[in-house]
């Protein structure tokens, strides 16, 4: 079940406030996880590419920062239909993670994986944008731990759902298999513009 995500600050609903259809804006950040904060060990703290690569990478959390910091700004929307408009990201782009690899030709997909058993699909091409990153501060602020430190997806054309805690991997696949809402129910695409909430 999902936690109570707190009283939303209801503003003009829909593209008069700059907001997708059906979504209310607050300038609140709710926290939304499913379940609790996974259990996992900052001192083991690794992330792992593999799948369709040329050769698995394992790389510490220092390595991984200095890939190269940059600042995006952008909006969040969450299914539950809140809308925070305003945010500034910094962290890691996903495309400049991909320099790390070699990605094989068939690898059109992504699981982005997460400490617990929280995952997230998406097509290479959604995630190579350049808006899309891992990100460690959010409003000039350390990222806390229940909006998903060290290190979070953040996929701003996308659903909050797609914008997963606590990541520790990219697994690159050939098909489209879905992530943990996706198997329930969810989008696999997840555009907020294109109301693609639920599969029914
Ligand atoms: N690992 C993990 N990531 C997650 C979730 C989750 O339950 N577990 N919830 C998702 C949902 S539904 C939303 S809307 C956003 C909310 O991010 P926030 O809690 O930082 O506001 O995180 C997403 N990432
Ligand atoms: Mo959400």
Not at 137 to 153: S, V
Request: hydrophobic content about 40%; overall charge negative.
């Amino acid at each position: 079940m999902l936690n109570k995500i707190g009283k939303i600050t209801p503003g003009a609903p829909g593209p008069e406030a700059g907001a997708p259809p059906g979504q209310f804006v607050t300038e609140k950040f709710p926290v939304l996880t499913e379940g609790s904060i996974p259990d996992f060990n900052i001192k083991d703290w690794a992330f792992t590419i593999n799948g369709l690569v040329d050769k698995q990478v394992v790389v510490d959390y220092e390595t991984f920062i200095s890939i190269g910091i940059k600042t995006v700004q952008s909006e969040f929307h969450c299914v539950t239909q809140w809308s925070k408009l305003q945010n500034i990201w910094e962290g890691v782009l996903f495309k400049d993670v991909m320099k790390l690899v070699s990605i094989a030709s068939n690898a059109k997909y992504a699981m982005v994986h997460c400490f617990g058993d929280y995952s997230i699909n998406l097509s290479l091409d959604v995630l190579m944008d350049d808006d899309v990153l891992f990100a460690v501060k959010h409003d000039g602020e350390d990222i806390t731990l229940e909006h998903g430190a060290p290190l979070r997806l953040v996929v701003p054309k996308r659903y909050g759902w797609k914008s997963a805690k606590w990541v520790n991997g990219i697994e690159l696949m050939d098909e489209n298999r879905p992530g943990f809402w996706e198997s329930r129910g969810y989008h696999m695409e997840g555009d907020p513009w294109k109301e693609e909430r639920f599969v029914i």
